[in-house]
């Protein structure tokens, strides 16, 4: 049996898995990032982490294939190098050289919406496809694409930022600085501002009784019949798709997946975002339907997909 | 010496250029497309205009490398087909098919965007790029991608058009049914909207000397200070710079290419497209700087990008 070890790199969490050629994780650790610490320190429990998974799964660094990180951020793969991450507050962190120092073996790196690509297109809901195109719904927009079995890394700086391209130019405000960019629309964030939004000029409905934190209460509520809270979520499918018709019309990718917080939604969300690629992307019903799926691996895709890091189509 | 050969199928005229190891067009050939004829009469009619290029360069098509055609509308380049293309009126084409039996040598085929992409990559302003992003600013929004040296093609339907990606949601109806795409607002045809409308609104404008259909009276009369063109200007740019961050902030390329009429404006509209590049792509100016350029070879991009198709990177 051959290993590869994956290691998702978080704001809060470090987590690792030992996945075997079956592409199931068969041993996993933890540990808290604490990323305000001296980079050394974060290192070092990154390492150990590492070590205590493959103790776990019976085996040894060197029977491990590859060895592969996912972090949040701007990350150059080829360098091994984490040019920023906000959530860390790193900047120009060579993370693949001092890691590779501390475990002896090699280490491959990509940003961690990549690496969850990956890993549902090796072992999840795009198991088989040449090429996927991921977005996470979450308090961002991730992104992640594969093509031909392979991240695609672009060539010079930050790519396949797909949160970042425009959907409203000059519209919301977003994270980044920008106005416009879908996330401001299609995050679960701004799903909670849309809903939020609709309470107050709708005070009669359902949704003001769910925690305002809440982010699945326009789907149980429109579920239930709620007119604001279906118009809440309609118009909310209608900036996803938007978005998704994007990826479709310049990738023409053979599956697109929705991970994150709001894809808990599951076909409520799924069902209408496939009705509207196939009326809206380019050439509509005469083009191929692109289908649309609900990412199937949760946090394991980006474990899995930092495991693969090594694989060539 | 090696040799190759590009055909570029418009809707009006089909262009045939020999291209030398030199990635230079050493003999040219053309002829009337006239696509409302039969299929077979229009296939003869590039065959015999391949043969007449070929006898000009003083070679036969046995010492011909590759021979290549970009064709518009919607292909699927590794089953040569045209699936549709509204400027030729064809709808499943087996282009290459019919093509190789007039011809006896293997044929290979892609759309026309993405052949002047590959045709500017290979010998033009992104000359010695792995990878490149292409737009043509004219009647429409062209798009063509070059990643690691080769045609990006896409998995599953049309894919690469830039011109239909979303720059304002709900905005400009677009030719393509679709309302609020790129190519509202940046084609050739916007910029001429854009300058009548100001000129209804600024009667004292220079612009209005101009024919109305003349694209370039807003550049040229920005120049001489006239206000009311270069808000149009600088609105205009403020869109394609909009369009240019999205394919940066996605693909990541080594370089852009501006094509098409609106192009000839030259560093009137690159210079202030790099600027808005720089301060608005993803990171700002803590990323590397993506070079916008012009493309260098008009239409004979279309020809060398279609000879070069063959090409592995």
Redesign the interface.
């Known amino acids: 049996m051959e290993y590869r070890v994956g290691i998702d790199l978080g704001g809060t969490n470090v987590a690792v898995g030992v996945v075997n050629g079956n592409m199931e994780i068969v041993a996993r650790a933890t540990v808290k990032t604490r990323p305000q610490r001296m980079l050394d320190d974060v290192i070092y429990d990154i390492a150990c982490c590492v070590k205590e998974a493959v103790k776990k799964a019976g085996i040894t660094l060197q029977d491990c294939i590859s060895v592969g990180i996912g972090a949040p951020g701007?990350c150059l793969a080829r360098q091994g190098m984490v040019v920023?991450a906000n959530n860390l507050g790193w900047k120009n962190v060579p993370l693949c050289e001092e890691l590779q120092q501390e475990l002896g073996v090699p280490v491959r790196l990509s940003n961690d919406a990549n690496c969850a690509a990956l890993g549902e297109v090796i072992a999840g809901a795009a198991k088989g496809a040449?090429?996927a195109v991921m977005i996470t719904l979450g308090t961002g927009v991730g992104g992640g694409v594969v093509?031909n079995g392979k991240v695609?890394?672009?060539?010079?700086?930050?790519?396949?930022?797909?949160g970042?391209?425009?959907?409203?130019?000059?519209g919301e405000p977003c994270t980044?600085?920008?106005r416009?960019c879908l996330e401001a629309y299609a995050s679960a964030t701004a799903l909670l501002r849309q809903r939020h939004a609709a309470e107050l000029a709708h005070p009669e409905t359902a949704m003001k009784h769910f925690d305002p934190a809440d982010g699945s209460a326009p789907f149980v509520c429109a579920g239930e019949g709620d007119e604001t809270a279906k118009a809440v979520v309609e118009q909310y499918i209608t900036?996803v798709g938007?978005?998704l018709?994007?990826f479709?019309?310049?990738?023409?990718?053979?599956v697109v997946l929705i991970g994150g917080g709001v894809s808990n939604a599951g076909e409520a969300l799924i069902g209408p975002l496939n009705e509207y690629v196939r009326q809206?992307?380019?050439?509509?019903r005469?083009?191929?339907t692109?289908e649309v799926r609900r990412a199937a691996l949760g946090g394991d895709a980006g474990i899995i997909g930092a495991a693969y890091l090594d694989r060539e189509p």
Do not use: M, W
């Open positions: 701007y920023y040449k090429s093509l695609y890394e672009g060539d010079l700086g930050p790519g396949t930022e797909l970042h391209t425009t959907l409203i130019f000059g980044c600085g920008q416009g900036y938007a978005g018709v994007n479709i019309n310049i990738f023409a990718p053979e809206n992307r380019y050439g509509g005469r083009s191929p692109c």
